[in-house]
């Protein structure tokens, strides 16, 4: 059974850049959430897709948005990088909107220069 | 507001017990507990749900004061595996939000023979 799986792995882009990340979820999740891991913190919440919308969005900039596809993987699209941008970015898949436990994939590690 | 963790680092012998509190200013509706190890993704341990109910670990315990908006993880019995950052991730329980998480500022448990 694979877990969550995200691609690139790594990623170095110039100040000003787009980029695209993308997620597939664990089997039988529904639920993607993305989060932002700076060096040496905790993640934060970027934002949660469920059914294809987004249904709860952190304190980010309208430059972060996302998608969600009917077979449940995501992408998180970023526009106009800055080097603030420069992070570890975790996708997390869990069922539903309950409170259920959220399983992690190992991330793409985004460098802006 | 992100919550506050204590302590910030810690380092046991094997065997010895460990306990990781954290804090929040806001009222909580659930805390979520996960271990990181370096350069690895957050792995699922444990949820605390006001009312008492707790899903995860058998071998790990915990506690939620909805009073004081608290939560205590309790390690026993250490082991080496049980080395990393661990985080609380904080919800408030926002109607159909799903795992909107906060975490917190990470306490770094370091187990040594």
């Known amino acids: 059974d694979a877990g969550v799986t995200q691609s690139p792995t790594h990623l170095i882009k110039t100040r000003g850049q787009q980029v695209t990340l993308r997620c597939s979820p664990k089997?039988?999740?529904?639920?993607v959430s993305w989060y932002q891991q700076a060096l040496g913190q905790g993640p934060q919440f970027i934002f949660q897709?469920?059914?294809?919308?987004?249904?709860q969005r952190g304190n980010f900039p309208d430059r972060f948005s996302g998608h969600q596809f009917p077979n449940y993987s995501s992408e998180l699209n970023v526009n106009a990088l800055l080097l603030g941008d420069s992070a570890l970015y975790l996708c997390?898949?869990?069922?539903?909107?309950?409170?259920?436990?959220?399983?992690f994939g190992p991330g793409t590690r985004l460098t802006v220069t | 507001q992100q919550p506050v963790q204590s302590p910030q680092a810690v380092i046991l012998r094997e065997g010895e017990d460990a306990v990781i509190n954290c804090s929040s200013s806001?009222?909580?509706?659930?805390v979520h507990w996960y271990r990181q190890k370096h350069g690895e993704a957050p792995v699922f341990l444990m949820i605390?749900?006001?009312?008492?109910e707790q899903k995860g670990h058998e071998k790990i315990s915990a506690s939620f004061n909805e009073k004081k908006q608290q939560s205590s993880l309790y390690l026993t019995a250490s082991q080496l595996s049980y080395s990393g950052t661990y985080f609380c991730?904080?919800?408030?329980?926002?109607?159909?939000?799903?795992?909107?998480?906060?975490f917190g500022t990470g306490t770094q448990l370091k187990v040594e023979l």
């Open positions: 997390a898949s869990s069922v539903g909107l309950g409170l259920y436990e959220q399983y």
């Open positions: 089997s039988g999740h529904d639920t």
């Open positions: 897709y469920y059914e294809e919308e987004e249904r």
């Open positions: 806001k009222a909580l509706y659930s």
């Open positions: 605390l749900l006001k009312g008492g």
């Open positions: 991730g904080t919800d408030k329980g926002v109607t159909g939000g799903g795992n909107k998480l906060t």
